[in-house]
């Protein structure tokens, strides 16, 4: 597997190379197709992100988001 020789790979990738990516190829894409990314992406990113919570911590995570995302 890859990542056992390169162990910091993951982290990087998700922290810096993700948003990265993000930031430069979302506002070329096409308005109906940019929407959809963007949900399939808060999408998952609260389903695997809450995984294991309670259902207040899930509830305090989502509405942290929401406040960023408002702000």
């Known amino acids: 597997m890859l ?3 390169m ?4 982290a ?3 922290e810096m190379m993700m948003p990265q990516c993000i930031k430069m ?4 894409m096409a308005k ?3 929407i959809d990314f ?4 808060v ?3 609260v389903d695997q992100g809450s995984s ?3 259902k207040k911590e899930k509830k305090d995570f989502v509405s942290k988001i929401i406040e960023r995302v408002s702000a």
């Open 25 to 28: 190829f979302l506002p070329q």
């Open 7 to 10: 162990p910091m790979m993951p």
């Open 32 to 34: 109906e197709k940019r």
């Open 52 to 54: 294991g919570l309670s």
């Open 12 to 14: 990087m990738t998700m």
């Open 3 to 5: 990542f056992v020789s």
């Open 38 to 41: 963007a949900l399939n992406i």
């Open 43 to 45: 999408s998952a990113l």
